[in-house]
């Protein structure tokens, strides 16, 4: 396979460029603003690939019906995730330049400003489009038009298990997303220290031992816990403890292949109305990588979105996106692994100094 970057001012002229290089048959991998020590050979660079034929020919009786399975979803998934780039590249190049020939360098400048956040192209559209509207024809208060219209889009989900809300929290999420230690986090700063009688569950029977760094936990914050592995068993501890304590559940991390496995619990999950559902995500994922994910937790009905890892990535702007496209408040913020102090619970104004933190780094200013 042939891979190379071509600069040029416009993502339509890198484009060309491939194409008359590589030939019609280049696949887009990647485009964006070119690095800076890059930006000399152009204000774009895009990414194509070109894989020769003798790559892709393989004689047909060597693959048996398992093989061809597995290519043919692997080449599905590289389609999806070539749409999803093409689909950003259309919509970056239709809004780019003079799209607004009569405002002046600010609106101009905010484009760049909230397109270097990662956030979703169209929705830095509809946000500009809107301060457009409000501040008139002359953009006088642009930067609090602006404000106000993000501002107005963030959702941000209420204090956790209050006396009128869910009695139970689950913390839903694929592998490694720190599911466990942010319910640790929650179990600290929103359970102990309001002196809720608690108890931790853990529904974690994939990995082994899987409950016992809960288990851990909770003998440490002289909680009570349980370890169980039926949905029967969940809903039984449920009515036990109904009015009386604030349960929090750990789940398993379902990978793609995992998702038949979490059905039962999922469904359980979802059409209990005392459980509120977390859906856990790393903020440090790629867009499209965090709307596949998103797509294949529906099925749990997760009533808002928990962000961890913000200290692994400066950009916030894809996690604001996904949480506006899918109208689901973010509950809960998560910096690192200390325990309980890398958490804290969502705010607009906390999302707005991620978004665009100016001296201080995301996580210096959410921990403060």
Same mark, same amino acid.
């Given at each position: 396979? +042939?891979i190379?970057?071509?600069?040029?001012?416009t993502i $339509?002229?890198?484009?060309?460029?491939?194409? +008359?290089e590589?030939?019609? &048959?280049a696949m @887009?991998? &990647?485009s964006?603003?070119a %690095?800076?020590?890059m930006?000399?050979?152009?204000?774009?660079e895009v990414?194509?690939?070109?894989?020769? &034929?003798a $790559?892709t020919a393989? %004689?047909?009786?060597?693959?048996d019906a #398992?093989?061809h399975?597995?290519r043919?979803?692997?080449? /599905?998934? &590289?389609m999806r995730?070539q749409?999803d780039?093409?689909?950003?590249? =259309?919509? +970056?190049s239709?809004?780019?330049?003079a799209?607004w020939?009569s405002?002046?360098p600010?609106?101009?400048e905010w484009?760049?400003r909230? *397109?270097?956040?990662? *956030?979703?192209?169209e929705?830095?559209?509809? =946000?500009?489009?809107?301060?457009?509207?409000?501040c008139?024809p002359?953009f006088?208060g642009v930067? #609090?038009?602006?404000?106000a $219209?993000?501002e107005?889009?963030i959702?941000v989900n209420g204090?956790?298990?209050s006396a009128?809300?869910?009695?139970a929290v689950?913390l839903?999420g %694929?592998?490694?997303?720190g599911?466990t230690?942010m319910?640790?986090?929650m179990a600290v700063?929103?359970? @102990?220290?309001e002196?809720?009688?608690l108890t931790?569950?853990?529904?974690?029977?994939?990995?082994?031992?899987g409950?016992?760094?809960?288990?851990?936990?909770?003998? =440490?914050?002289?909680a009570?816990?349980?370890?169980l592995?039926?949905?029967?068993?969940?809903?039984? @501890?449920?009515? $036990?403890?109904?009015?009386k304590?604030l349960?929090?559940?750990?789940?398993p #991390?379902?990978?793609?292949?995992?998702?038949d496995?979490a059905a039962?619990?999922a469904?359980?999950?979802?059409?209990?109305p005392?459980?509120?559902t977390?859906?856990v /995500?790393?903020?440090?994922?790629?867009?499209a990588?965090l709307?596949?994910?998103a797509?294949?937790?529906?099925?749990? +009905?997760p009533s808002c979105?928990?962000?961890t890892?913000?200290?692994?990535t400066?950009?916030?702007?894809?996690?604001?996106?996904?949480?506006?496209?899918?109208g689901?408040?973010?509950s809960?913020?998560?910096t690192?692994?200390?325990i309980?102090?890398?958490?804290?619970?969502?705010?607009?104004?906390?999302i707005?100094?991620?978004?665009w933190?100016r001296?201080?780094s995301?996580?210096?200013r959410l921990?403060?």
């Amino acid at each position: 396979m +042939r891979i190379k970057s071509f600069y040029a001012s416009t993502i $339509e002229g890198a484009l060309a460029l491939a194409r +008359r290089e590589l030939g019609s &048959e280049a696949m @887009l991998v &990647e485009s964006r603003h070119a %690095p800076l020590a890059m930006r000399h050979l152009g204000e774009y660079e895009v990414v194509c690939a070109l894989v020769p &034929e003798a $790559e892709t020919a393989k %004689p047909q009786a060597e693959e048996d019906a #398992g093989a061809h399975d597995v290519r043919l979803a692997s080449e /599905l998934a &590289e389609m999806r995730r070539q749409l999803d780039v093409m689909g950003k590249t =259309i919509t +970056r190049s239709a809004w780019s330049g003079a799209r607004w020939p009569s405002a002046g360098p600010e609106i101009s400048e905010w484009h760049a400003r909230l *397109m270097a956040t990662d *956030m979703d192209g169209e929705l830095v559209h509809q =946000i500009l489009d809107a301060a457009e509207r409000h501040c008139g024809p002359q953009f006088s208060g642009v930067d #609090g038009a602006i404000t106000a $219209e993000i501002e107005q889009r963030i959702l941000v989900n209420g204090p956790l298990a209050s006396a009128s809300g869910p009695r139970a929290v689950a913390l839903a999420g %694929p592998p490694g997303a720190g599911k466990t230690t942010m319910l640790t986090k929650m179990a600290v700063t929103w359970g @102990l220290a309001e002196r809720r009688a608690l108890t931790l569950v853990s529904m974690d029977d994939f990995r082994v031992a899987g409950a016992d760094q809960l288990r851990s936990y909770a003998t =440490i914050l002289g909680a009570g816990f349980q370890a169980l592995d039926s949905v029967g068993a969940l809903a039984q @501890l449920l009515d $036990e403890h109904h009015g009386k304590r604030l349960v929090l559940i750990d789940t398993p #991390g379902y990978g793609p292949r995992d998702m038949d496995r979490a059905a039962d619990l999922a469904r359980f999950l979802s059409t209990r109305p005392e459980i509120a559902t977390h859906l856990v /995500l790393t903020a440090s994922m790629k867009s499209a990588d965090l709307s596949h994910v998103a797509e294949r937790f529906d099925i749990f +009905r997760p009533s808002c979105l928990l962000f961890t890892r913000l200290d692994e990535t400066a950009c916030f702007g894809t996690a604001f996106s996904l949480s506006v496209r899918l109208g689901k408040p973010i509950s809960f913020l998560g910096t690192g692994q200390e325990i309980p102090e890398d958490a804290a619970p969502a705010t607009k104004e906390r999302i707005l100094s991620l978004l665009w933190p100016r001296t201080l780094s995301a996580a210096t200013r959410l921990a403060a």
